[in-house]
């Protein structure tokens, strides 16, 4: 079955074009926001080739189709004849509650800009290998350029979010940018790399002057912002003089806006949850490794693992590393390690060859596959590799192992770990893969159904 006629089966078994509201995708779901949840036949879905699981969560309905997300989604949007976003406005027949709605801002926001973080990120890795490595030194011209390429996604980031964002918000895009150029103008980021001047001033209102490459809360509160103000005064705005004063009168109060209210309150969010995180760590790293160890694959069945995400880069941008990312990376390998287990208790080629894939998958940082595969269908395996992802991510934790940019959490990313955290990676991924593989292999029987 072509990937067209599985996404007219898709369309039709969750209830038809007319009950989607809205469609996405990240690296391996399509996620979709519908009005009537009820009318959706998960059996069928299950049912359907090329589909590896799937779940209503949070009100939002995902289907796991593996690294083919895109084409996926390409054949989706072309069926539903629209340009990737659902513009419908009518209403929900059931009102989100507010984790609800704040999971699809960040699945929505971070799923279409992960390819470029990603590749971005492993970039980053292969430089940082190659640095620690003496192949190149820093003054290299070779090394100039390739920092340009890798660091200038995360420099640039408000960008790419406020892109994402207002696709998400509703609102114009060019206006979402020009918010982020705000944010990024060089008075401001250079006045607070410099760090003589706390702030600036507006019409007597106090401009606090802070870096914002980088971030990601103040963006997207400012762009959620911007999308109240803009849709304000196109209302009252007459027609005749929308097309120059609606975007005129909108610029001059959303920046000044994000500026003083919503990109300042977003950087304290930000550092917040940021140093909730390093508290954790500081209190006890084993607890932390536990914690966020054994919770990751939980996160990634119910896809609320993108929720890390800003804390992540908010990390990269106050601290220039993060030590959640090493941890997601021992996640990844113990996913693998348990899938693998699997290969050695399945009875027959075909699921040997699924299996096999999936373990591959995970090594390579999707994990997906393997989840929804193969371990979900297996309580014990499950719980395998939440136990290895929390046994290598405490020792991860206590060895105080960081990393210092964005990189996907695969095997290939062993390379940014070059340099003096290299063996605590090695041992790490040891660790991982032995102890979900060791107690999956022991306590997984044979002649259960995989």
């Known amino acids: ?33 519908l009005y009537d949840n009820s009318l959706i036949l998960q059996e069928k879905v299950k049912q359907l080739n090329g589909v590896i699981g799937e779940q209503l969560q ?10 083919n997300v895109q084409q996926y989604h390409a054949a989706l949007i072309e069926e539903l ?27 929505g926001v971070f799923g279409p800009i992960v390819p470029a973080i990603a590749g971005a990120g492993m970039l980053k890795g292969l430089l940082a290998g190659l640095i620690a490595l003496n192949i190149l030194s820093k003054e ?4 100039v350029i390739l920092d340009l390429i890798s660091s200038g996604v995360f420099y640039f980031l408000p960008f790419f979010l406020a892109a994402s964002a207002a696709k998400i918000f509703k609102t114009n895009q060019y206006l979402a940018l020009a918010i982020a150029a705000g944010f990024m103008y060089p008075s401001l980021i250079d006045a607070a790399k410099l760090g003589e001047v706390s ?20 963006v997207i509160l400012s762009v959620w912002a911007l999308s109240y103000i803009h849709r304000w005064i196109d209302k009252y705005m007459p027609n005749i003089l929308r097309t120059v004063f609606t975007p005129t009168l909108t610029l001059f109060i959303a920046i000044p806006f994000a500026l003083i209210v919503s990109g300042p309150l977003g950087s304290y969010v930000g550092k917040g949850l940021a140093y909730i995180i390093e508290t954790l760590f500081d209190i006890s790293p084993v607890l932390a490794g536990v914690v966020m160890g054994g919770a990751r694959p939980i996160e990634v069945v119910f896809g609320m693992h993108h929720a890390l995400t800003p804390i992540v880069l908010q990390n990269f941008a106050d ?24 290969f050695f208790k399945a009875t027959s080629k075909t699921e040997k060859s699924i299996i096999l894939s999936a373990t591959i998958s995970a090594l390579l940082g999707i994990t997906e596959p393997a989840i929804f595969g193969v371990l979900i269908k297996n309580r014990k395996a499950f719980i395998a590799c939440s136990i290895g992802s929390a046994v290598a991510s405490t020792f991860f934790a206590a060895m105080g192992v960081k990393i210092y940019g964005y990189i996907l959490s695969s095997i290939v990313s062993l390379v940014a770990y ?7 990676a090695l041992m790490g991924i040891a660790i991982a893969i032995g102890t979900s593989f060791g107690i999956s292999f022991i306590t997984v029987k044979k002649t259960q159904s995989l």
């Open 1 to 33: 079955m072509k990937d067209k006629e599985i996404v007219k089966k898709i369309i039709e078994y969750v209830g038809g074009k007319e009950n989607i509201k809205k469609a996405w995708h990240c690296m391996t779901r399509l996620r979709f926001d």
């Open 58 to 67: 949070s009100d939002q309905y995902q289907i796991i189709v593996g690294t």
């Open 81 to 107: 004849g629209i340009d990737g976003e659902q513009e419908d406005e009518r209403e929900s027949s059931k009102k989100k509650g507010l984790f609800a709605r704040l999971l699809d801002v960040v699945s």
């Open 140 to 143: 290299n011209e070779t090394i």
């Open 199 to 218: 702030q600036f001033h507006f019409i007597g209102l106090p401009i606090p002057v802070i870096n914002y490459s980088g971030a990601v809360i103040p």
């Open 319 to 342: 601290k220039g590393y993060d030590m959640l990312m090493p941890m997601m990376f021992m996640t990844n390998m113990a996913i693998a390690g348990a899938t693998f287990a699997m």
């Open 418 to 424: 070059v340099g003096p955290y290299f063996p605590y």
